[in-house]
Nanobody, 124 residues
Framework: QVQLVESGGGLVQAGDSLRLSCVVS????????MGWFRQAPGKEREFVAG????????YYGDSVKGRFTISRDNAKNSVALQMNSLKPEDTALYYC?????????????????WGQGTQVTVSS
């Protein structure tokens, strides 16, 4: 099991940018498939972005394609989520997840390591 700690959330206005970070401890980040999910009040947790282990293959949820970018920094043992052109509907608690299972990275049950989340609030 690895430990994940997210940071970088905050309150911003529509159109602004934020960069979230997820620091991994207890293991090397490139040994895991890493994903970002988010959960808004009263809604289910949804997939935002994912990055494959040891390569730069990435995946995105339909609602964030073209606006969000996931990346891995092996030197910092972390994964980042660059969020541009933020919208009020992006408001949610953002979670970082890690998995070594194969299969669809958009499936939440594939992940067995989660951080505590970081809140992103976008005002209109």
């Amino acid at each position: 099991q690895v430990q994940l700690v997210e940071s970088g959330g905050g309150l911003v206005q529509a159109g602004d940018s934020l960069r979230l970070s997820c620091v991994v401890s207890g293991g090397a980040v490139d040994n895991y498939r890493m994903g970002w999910f988010r959960q808004a009040p009263g809604k289910e947790r949804e997939f935002v972005a994912g990055i494959e282990w040891a390569v730069t293959l990435t995946y995105y949820g339909d609602s964030v394609k073209g606006r969000f970018t996931i990346s891995r920094d092996n030197a910092k043992n972390s994964v980042a989520l660059q969020m541009n052109s933020l919208k009020p509907e992006d408001t949610a608690l953002y979670y970082c997840g890690a998995t070594r299972q194969y299969g669809d990275m958009q499936t939440m049950s594939k992940y067995n390591n989660w951080g505590q989340g970081t809140q992103v609030t976008v005002s209109s």
